[in-house]
């Protein structure tokens, strides 16, 4: 049971290149969200999703696209990635759509745009 | 709007007590979670607390004042381990967890 998973772990990318970060949970949970943290500020939502196949803007989505294809694994793509967007991007899920359930994070992607 | 305050930055001593404060306002309010996050690290969930009053959890325990918007978690008998961010999370009424940008607890021996 490996929890919340996503790839890479780190990446260094020029400014107006394009990727898409992985996230892949193994608890069945209904619910997926894309997070940013940058120093001194709090998380920040980019996208979420409450089921395959459907997504929903957070509060920072301008510059950020996903998908949910499959329940488990959530993808989010830069397309045309800015200085702006390095930060450190974090992957949650939880279990209840519309509840207050606990949200279990993945380990982060460091992402440096030059 | 929705705002959280808690402070920036605490310094605490190996094997004492310190609480660790958090304001909030929020538009509706579906419980408030703590997350500890190690420098690093990913956040990982400590307490949720929906009612007025304190939930225990081994050394951790956690506050809520739902009427005064006001939270506290409560860290005993601290050890270095302890040294991390400590994340006040309340939920609006959409289910969306409003996070503040975390209290750094630095523990000296």
């Known amino acids: 049971n490996a929890g919340v998973t996503q790839t890479p772990k780190f990446r260094v990318l020029k400014t107006g290149q394009s990727m898409t970060l992985l996230c892949a949970q193994d608890?069945?949970?209904?619910?997926m969200y894309w997070y940013r943290q940058d120093p001194g500020m709090g998380l920040r939502l980019i996208h979420y999703?409450?089921?395959?196949?459907?997504?929903a803007k957070g509060e920072v989505p301008d510059g950020y696209n996903v998908s949910r294809l499959k329940k488990q694994t959530f993808l989010l793509g830069l397309e045309s990635a800015a200085p702006s967007q390095t930060s450190v991007y974090f992957c949650?899920?939880?279990?209840?759509?519309?509840?207050?359930?606990?949200?279990?994070f993945g380990p982060g992607t460091r992402l440096l745009v030059l | 709007g929705q705002n959280i305050d808690q402070p920036t930055e605490m310094t605490a001593t190996e094997g004492a007590i310190v609480q660790i404060n958090c304001t909030y306002q929020?538009?509706?309010?579906?419980?408030l979670f703590w997350y500890q996050q190690h420098a690093g690290e990913a956040p990982t969930f400590l307490s949720y607390?929906?009612l007025d009053g304190l939930e225990e959890k081994g050394r951790f325990s956690s506050f809520l004042s739902r009427s005064k918007g006001y939270s506290y978690l409560l860290l005993k008998e601290l050890q270095m381990k302890d040294s991390a961010s400590y994340l006040c999370?309340?939920?609006?009424?959409?289910?969306?967890?409003?996070w503040g940008a975390g209290t750094k607890l630095i523990i000296k021996p």
């Open positions: 949650a899920s939880s279990g209840i759509a519309g509840g207050p359930e606990t949200q279990y």
């Open positions: 608890m069945n949970h209904e619910y």
């Open positions: 999703s409450v089921g395959e196949g459907t997504t």
């Open positions: 929020t538009s509706g309010f579906n419980g």
């Open positions: 607390n929906v």
């Open positions: 999370a309340p939920m609006d009424s959409n289910y969306q967890l409003i």
